[in-house]
């Protein structure tokens, strides 16, 4: 039998790429993906998650009872499931109302682009006052152009009309169960900004001592040394009591800063110590690798180097990290509220409504549901937190890929 004759070498190679097209690789966000489907108790969290943060950001939208109207005739309900009227007392809202009222304060400011001297002064004291007479003030707390035009849409659809009091209401005839969904747009928006706040803070932080290394980097790892080493519970507490100071409160109020927005800040700013080392280990693990020394060669600045090339690398550990710093953060902001020093009224979060179920439970009334309900969101939130950044950690990691 004769011997097959062997092909060219030119045919030859374009066989082995023809082959190699038909072979397709997967990336590390795809394989870590891949594994993360296989974790049922992660995918159950991330839907949990989704689903809780739909439900934030839709709350003006649901038809929900007003989550500071106060109904004293009927205080601290364990549940009601007849429906109620949006406003139980003889008050109606209508959409038309609200834009009557939004047509007219238009028309001021237009009177105010043209007016001067004294005009101009009585018209400006003139809007401020309408604008805290705003009609959906009165059932809502200082809404935002977003949530104000979701409001509309909930009054346009649903009218009157609103879900029952099925987690009951306070003490003061509040539906619990608006509450807890107005919460969770101030508990997340805490967790998530805050979060944010301290990685920016500790990824530039870690990542500058890392990448330069030596006496700078002995430097900056002491400062960590030394910030770790301070109570940051006791400061947090003194600066939230400074700044809740009247004068102080006015004049951040003048700048567009209230009280939550430097609570956001001040809280994040207090979390980036831990993540700073671990980011700083990366680098230093990765600062020597081919990719760096051709980006040093072609001239790439340092900043360059750092951002662009290094801090992309270790996203997967940060993003360990940032479900992982949640979780902490909202328990943190709710210890605060619970102590009377984070979320002020009018506003209201998971922690605050805590707080206030716990002051009014005594021997002789055991309103459960005032705890019960807000406490159940927050474990639940966390849990959820908790199971996706442990789901993360295995997916992301190498060496767990054939386990």
Known sequence: MAASKPLPKADRYEALLAEAAKIRGVSLWMDAW??????????????????????AFFTPLL?????????????????????????????????????EFERETAALRRQLAAAKGPERQRLEAVLIGREREHP????????????????????????????????????????????????????LIVGIVATLVSLSIGVSYGAIAGYLGGTVDAVMMRIVDILYSIPFIFIVIYIITILSEESIKDTLTEYGINQIIVFYVLIGAIYWLTMSRVVRGQIISLKHEQFVDAARTIGASTGRIVFRHLVPNVLGIVIVYLTLTIPSVMLFEAFLSFLGLGVQPPDVSWGLLVNDGVKIITPIQQLWWLVLFPALALALTLFALNFLGDGLRDALDPRMKNR
Do not use: Y
């Open 34 to 55: 891949r594994r993360l489907r296989k974790n049922w108790a992660a995918m159950i969290s991330l839907g949990f998650l989704i689903a809780l943060g739909l439900l």
């Open 63 to 99: 038809p929900l009872q007003s989550p500071r109207f106060q109904v004293f005739d009927t205080p601290q309900q364990k549940h009601q499931f007849q429906p109620p009227r949006l406003f139980p007392i003889q008050l109606d809202l209508k959409l038309a109302d609200v834009r």
């Open 136 to 187: 959906l003030n009165r059932l809502w707390t200082n809404p935002g152009p977003v949530t104000r035009q979701l409001i509309k849409l909930r009054l346009a659809v649903f009218g009157q009309w609103c879900i029952p009091s099925i987690c009951g209401t306070d003490e003061l005839g509040r539906d619990l169960l608006s509450r807890i969904c107005w919460g969770s747009r101030v508990s």
